[in-house]
RNA sequence: GCCGGCUUAGCACAGUGGUAGUGCACCUGAUUUGUAAUCAGGGGGUCGCAGGUUCAAAUCCUGCAGCCGGCACCA
């Protein structure tokens, strides 16, 4: 009998018979190890316990409370789900149930909906059969009785899946008890490992295989941790992250509000607006230092322009429309690129004037599936920091890059330095010849990696095929907050395609006409997704030069209010953005007021104060007073004020 | 757009067929106050919209809209 080597993470080698499989080396070594092992893992690879061993390899047992164990927790806990739902409403099809971040769904197929009370009952009947512990066995099936079994048990989706899964790969069947599914696995040794620290989520309907042409499925979401401690905890983060909510803290801290007749559309109230026009003060000074010229250009225009420039056909289900009373027709529009390439040809262009950069903040138009619409993260009119640079295509790399460097320098400013980029290449549905876009991925593609590289590798990058504009392939720029999200702000996209359709060109070298390429970019990407992520990110509480309100003067008694008017007046000389509180109330009820208002900088004067002419600054999140002399309060506070962009 | 849920005062919520409530906010008065709620009084709602059932509808039924959670979509 042949033999194979075993190296165990400390290092240890030990030769056991082919075959052996690990629960045998598991028990050989102590029997509570064996107990305590749920799995194990061979070069890394998570695998059931009960696989014969076949090949030389590093082991490792793996615990239910490793960290490697978590995937296979979940995972289990999605069987046990499948199983507790067909138990509780026969004939429900099961269909998939994959581990995701933080937990687990499966998908069912089930004429009835399930109602909100459904939720306890299927979690009683799981713990009931995580109470069985009852061993995962796993069988290799051949494909004509893995799809011969399904069908005469009416799982439909499950021979489909049969019949998805390539020639030559092994059908897995994992049973637990009688209950028994598809799966690749791997699985724990019995469901008891599973353990109690699980709970249902959520009912959401869901396509089966993502096709929206396709039958929709009821999904139960779930999540499932080693302990109940890291379940509260996980729980716990999900309630903090639901107060940065910035529906929630854009009207609590009375920034913008929605309304019914104005679906996915944005009322900016004072506050908020403030916010707004501050990010685009600071985009404005960075285009400017980059060489890039403002423009504006029209809101609407007639439909046989968008006809021309694609987007009547490719985008037209998303266009606002308007019939004028002389029967023209005006559509609103959804992107600021064409009539920037109108700006562009007015005049004739030379390849010295490359490359132009002709930027807008422009409002955009969209008719979003009302599905989408949330809050300020997804709207159907919103304004983009949008800009086209237009440039001969041997500077496509130069420009990306100087693009690249621009953007990460902008999310800098903002505290967000955990950059992930992804390029998105042609979709089904686009305009132009193959073979430019050939050229427009390679050079996009090339940018990356030299993004990449200059980044040491802090850069993360992935490829999303098929996910580009009808236009162009993309590089999109995505920023992690500070609770670990994900947010998709900036885009660059290589055009080889736009500026052709419009007519517009440059004369080069030797006097020959030549179509310019076109590079659409956006850093902010929308001015109001960003607002919406910033507020988010920082919970409300703004850095001092972004928060709409920076300081309130709150008197302690209104023999202060004179002096009160002065600070108010002398900091908003300094260029503050100040409001003076002079109401009859305790200091204490203002300070609390203040404080829930998310305003980060409360002077409080007294008439102590207004005698020694100091102030006490009392800072948001912290109990702390300081009191300064009035002139050195200001210049603190006008030097905290300054855009990151401004400071010397 | 699809599946499910929700919609009652400015906000958060209670109210399962019989006179629409609570807290905060708001207004008035008193209080002049030193860092997260001073006290007392008062006003405020076609119960999302439109139909229907009923002697009677916030409550039951139908349609629509918006919002929320997902899915699809995000050019």
């Excluded at 509780?88 to 995701?100: A, D, E, N, R, S």
């Excluded at 499950?158 to 791997?186: H, M, N, S």
């Excluded at 709409?548 to 202060?560: D, H, N």
Aim: glycine residues 8%; proline residues 5%.
């Amino acid at each position: 009998m042949t033999n194979v080597t075993l190296t165990f993470p400390d290092g240890a080698e030990r030769s056991v018979a082919k075959g052996t499989t690990g629960l045998d080396v598991a028990k050989s070594i102590s029997p509570s190890l064996a107990k305590r092992t749920v799995a194990m893992q061979l070069d890394g690879v998570l695998t059931d316990l009960a696989d014969p061993i076949q090949s030389d390899a590093t082991i490792n047992f793996v615990s239910r409370t490793d960290p490697a164990a978590l995937e296979l927790i979940r995972h289990d806990a999605a069987h046990v789900m499948a199983e507790a739902v067909q138990a509780l409403w026969p004939g429900t099809q099961v269909t998939i149930g994959p581990v995701i971040d933080n937990g687990f769904y499966y998908d069912f197929a089930k004429a009835e909906p399930f109602l909100p009370e459904d939720i306890a009952k299927i979690e009683k009947k799981m713990a009931e059969i995580i109470a069985k512990n009852q061993p995962f066995t796993k069988e290799v099936w051949s494909r004509d009785k893995a799809k011969d079994t399904f069908a005469k048990m009416g799982e439909g989706f499950k021979v489909e899946l049969v019949d998805a899964i390539p020639e030559g790969q092994d059908l897995k069947i994992y049973r637990q008890g009688t209950w028994f599914d598809l799966c690749r696995g791997p699985h724990m040794t019995s469901t008891g490992a599973i353990g109690k620290a699980f709970k249902l989520m959520k009912f959401a309907g869901a396509y089966w295989r993502g096709d929206s042409t396709r039958p929709q499925l009821q999904r139960i979401y779930g999540t499932a941790w080693a302990t109940e401690d890291e379940l509260k905890a996980y729980l716990h983060q999900l309630e903090e992250a639901e107060k940065r909510d910035h529906r929630k803290l854009g009207r609590e801290m009375d920034l913008f509000h929605f309304q019914e007749e104005a679906p996915g559309s944005v009322f900016w109230h004072p506050k908020g607006w403030t916010l707004f026009q501050t990010l685009i003060a600071y985009m404005r000074r960075a285009q400017q230092r980059a060489g890039y010229m403002e423009v504006n250009s029209p809101d609407m225009m007639e439909k046989h322009f968008w006809e021309l420039s694609g987007h009547w056909e490719n985008y037209g289900e998303n266009m606002f429309t308007t019939t004028l009373p002389d029967e023209r027709v005006f559509c609103c529009k959804p992107m600021n690129c064409p009539g920037h390439v109108q700006i562009y040809k007015h005049g004739l262009k030379s390849y010295r004037d490359l490359p132009l950069k002709i930027a807008e903040f422009g409002k955009v138009h969209r008719y979003e599936p009302s599905g989408a619409l949330h809050g300020m993260l997804r709207v159907r009119h919103f304004t983009q920091d949008d800009a086209h640079i237009f440039i001969t295509e041997n500077q496509i790399m130069e420009e990306c890059l100087k693009i690249n460097d621009l953007m990460l320098a902008i999310y800098k400013d903002f505290g967000f330095e955990d950059i992930h980029i992804k390029l998105s290449t042609r979709p089904e549905k686009r305009v132009g010849a193959d073979e430019l876009w050939d050229k427009a991925e390679k050079a996009l593609g090339d940018v990356l990696d030299e993004v990449k590289r200059r980044s040491n590798g802090r850069i993360r990058t992935e490829l999303q095929p098929g996910e580009g504009a009808f236009y162009g392939p993309k590089l999109e720029y995505t920023l992690k907050d500070a609770i670990g999200r994900e947010w998709q702000c900036g885009t660059t996209q290589v055009d080889f395609n736009l500026a052709g359709r419009l007519g517009a060109f440059y004369i080069d070298e030797n006097s020959d006409k030549k179509t310019p390429v076109m590079i659409h970019r956006a850093m902010f990407g929308s001015l109001e997704r960003f607002t919406g992520i910033l507020i988010e990110n920082f919970a409300g509480h703004f850095p001092l030069w972004l928060a709409p309100l920076q300081v309130v003067v709150a008197t302690i008694t209104s023999e202060a209010d004179p002096y009160a008017h002065e600070v108010v007046n002398a900091l908003k000389a300094a260029g503050l953005r100040v409001e003076p509180d002079l109401r009859n109330e305790k200091i204490g009820y203002k300070v609390r007021e203040h404080s829930l208002a998310k305003v980060p900088v409360i002077l409080a004067v007294g008439l102590r104060d207004a005698e020694s002419r100091n102030v006490s600054i009392r800072r948001l999140g912290s109990q702390e007073q300081t009191v300064l002399s009035l002139p050195d309060a200001i210049a603190t506070l006008k030097d905290e004020s300054t855009p990151p962009d401004l400071r010397g």
